[in-house]
Each structure stands twice: as structure tokens, then as C-alpha cells.
């Protein structure tokens, strides 16, 4: 028996000759215990005057009832989003969200290191951290990985390529537009990259070239403004405009109309994401819809199902690609008349 005089779960396991999970299965009343496992336990538990506590399964598991969530920044729709589905099952299964950013941080690989010593899963953008550092974290705890492809971890994404390919296309043949250009860096993380191939596939599909080079900016509606202007200082719109997301399709939205230009007419212009915002813009924006909420949620199911029972998971988690589906909206800011 401890020390202290008050027993811990560890004695009331090897007093009733079963595994510390066992124990803690049958603190927590789960019906998958034999009844007779059951007997046993609980009378250990009262032989000995035991009482479970939060803190002591914790410390006898390592557990720390917190799933950690790791996004390369905290702002914008699509991560308030994803957060929310993490939370949505972190919440229903009694389980904290400790969320670290790692935007500007010259530490972020030390971080999220230490972030991993204080939870017991970990649901990480893709993109965010190097996957060698996370395939080595995803040795001792459960790591997936949203919106990203690994040989090696458990992943959770949509197909942005086929969603991208899918809404240029529906530029080309429903409209009839033949210059078209991206916006967004094709090489800033996994998303945009799988967007801009899409983009570039559903061009050669219709024997098109790009009308320019893309638009190499940031994700935010504040990069979508500096492009308008570029956009328009260059004289020569494109046809189309096809944004790696949302937020730049906004920044476009709300910047070119006040230079006198007219969007749909002069360009049209579609984005990815489908955020909340996108069928209140004017014109309403044409976008591929991505479950960003069920992206979230799917990912915190795969990541705290093996700690579940409150035993140590057995890892790596084996690699698990989960590909969610988009599809194309259409509103009016393609030209549609909705």
C-alpha cells in the first residue's frame, strides 16, 4: 500500500488481481466489464477503503484528460471551425482543449513537444510542424493529422485537388472562360498546394494555360485586398480568378468593386471553404464546400478512441486516411444567376 496509508488504484489492481484499466474501467462504471471482473474489484476497492479521485487515475495512467490541438495561427473561420468539431467530441467525452498557435513562434517545434508532455492526443494541421517531429511524438501518444498527407500518421483531409479541379471547371464549361488565374501561395502548406494542382489539372483538361502567375500571398481577406489592387493596377483582368480560400475571395470581393470594377462582369471569382460568410457577400460567392467542423470532430474521434478505456494506447497509431467529401456551391459570383 502507498506510503500515505490511502490506497491508490495500483494496489486496489493487484489486490484484486487485474490491470490498472481494469480498475479504472469499473470507477467509471463501464458496462464492457464482466460482472464477475466487476465483483472483484469492487470488493478490493471496499476491503481496502479505496476512493477513486480524477487526479489519482491521471497520475496512475499518465493521463491528462487533455487533447492538445496544434494550428499554425488562431484567427479566421476555418480554424475557429475545426476547433469547434475538436471540441465538440473533447467536451462529450469529458476531455480538455488545450489549442496552441504556432505562427511566429521560433520554438514552435519545442512547444508543441511540450504541449505532447501535457495531453494525451494531439490533433495537428498539416503543414504546421515538421511530420519527422510528430511521426517521432506519434511513437508514445496518439497523433492525427488534419488537412495533410503522411505515410506514417493517422490523417483526416478533404480532396482540395478534386474540389478545385471541379470549380475551375465548371468556370471553363458553364462559362465559357478561357483566362484564368490563381490567388494564394501554391506552395504555403498542404491545402493551397493540393488547390493549385487541382487548379492547374482541370486548365490542361481543356487544353488551357494559366493567364499568369499565381498570386503568391498570404491566406487572409487582407492579402485578397492587396491582390485587387495588384490585380487592377495591372490592367488586364483575367476572366476568372480561382482563391485557394474564402478569406482571400472576401479581401477581393470587397476591394475591387471600389476600384470600378465589376465582379462578376469584367471577373469572376470562386473561392474554397464555404465559411459562414460566403452566401451573405455581394455578390454571394461561389465556393467548394469543405466540412470543416466534421474535419475537427473525425479527427479528435480517431485520436481519443484508443485512450477511451483509460489504458495507455497502444501506438503508433496505424496510418488511417480518412478523406472527408467536398462539392462545389454555386452562387453569383461566377456569373450564375441564383
Known amino acids: 500500500m502507498a506510503s500515505s496509508g490511502r490506497p491508490t488504484v495500483r494496489d ?26 466487476r465483483e472483484r474489484v469492487q470488493q478490493s476497492i471496499d476491503a481496502l477503503g479505496y476512493t477513486p479521485s480524477a487526479l489519482g487515475l491521471s497520475l496512475a495512467y499518465q493521463r491528462h484528460h487533455t487533447l492538445g490541438i496544434v494550428l499554425p495561427g488562431l484567427g479566421g473561420p476555418y480554424f475557429a471551425e475545426l476547433v469547434q468539431g475538436v471540441e465538440s467530441v473533447a467536451v462529450a467525452a469529458g476531455i480538455a482543449v488545450n489549442v496552441l498557435g504556432t505562427h511566429f513562434r521560433p520554438d514552435a517545434a519545442q512547444a508543441v513537444t511540450q504541449l505532447a508532455q501535457r495531453t494525451d492526443a494531439l490533433v495537428v494541421q498539416g503543414g504546421t510542424v515538421d511530420q519527422a517531429l510528430l511521426a517521432e511524438i506519434a511513437q508514445s501518444m496518439p497523433v492525427v493529422l488534419v488537412a495533410g498527407t503522411s505515410d506514417h500518421l ?28 490563381f490567388l494564394g501561395a501554391p506552395d504555403g502548406s498542404p491545402d493551397p498546394t493540393a488547390r493549385y494542382h487541382g487548379f492547374r489539372a482541370a486548365l490542361e483538361d481543356h487544353g488551357l494555360t494559366e493567364a499568369g502567375a499565381p ?3 498570404g491566406f487572409e481577406a487582407k492579402y485578397g485586398a492587396i491582390a485587387a489592387r495588384e490585380l487592377d493596377a495591372e490592367g488586364d483582368l483575367p ?14 470581393l470587397a476591394t475591387l468593386p471600389g476600384l470600378g470594377r465589376s465582379i462578376p462582369g469584367e471577373m469572376a471569382i470562386v473561392g474554397f471553404d464555404d465559411n459562414s460568410l460566403a452566401g451573405l457577400a455581394s455578390p454571394t460567392l461561389t465556393t467548394v464546400h469543405q466540412p470543416t467542423f466534421e474535419l475537427g470532430a473525425t479527427a479528435a474521434r480517431i ?20 478523406v472527408l467529401e467536398t462539392r ?3 452562387r453569383e459570383s461566377c456569373g450564375c444567376a441564383v
Open 215 to 217: 498570386l503568391r500571398f
Open 12 to 37: 486496489i489492481a493487484r489486490h484484486a488481481g487485474v490491470s490498472v484499466a481494469t480498475v479504472s474501467r469499473v470507477t467509471r462504471d463501464d458496462p464492457k466489464v464482466a460482472p464477475a471482473t
Open 239 to 252: 476572366d476568372a480568378l480561382v482563391c485557394a480560400n474564402d478569406e482571400l475571395a472576401f479581401g477581393v
Open 328 to 330: 462545389t456551391v454555386i
Open 154 to 181: 493517422a490523417t483526416v483531409r478533404t480532396d482540395g485537388h478534386a474540389g478545385s479541379r471541379e470549380v475551375t471547371s465548371h468556370l471553363v464549361e458553364v462559362h465559357g472562360h478561357r483566362r484564368l488565374r
Open 303 to 322: 485520436a481519443l478512441e484508443p485512450t477511451r478505456d483509460g489504458a495507455a494506447p497502444a501506438v503508433p497509431l496505424p496510418p488511417d486516411d480518412r
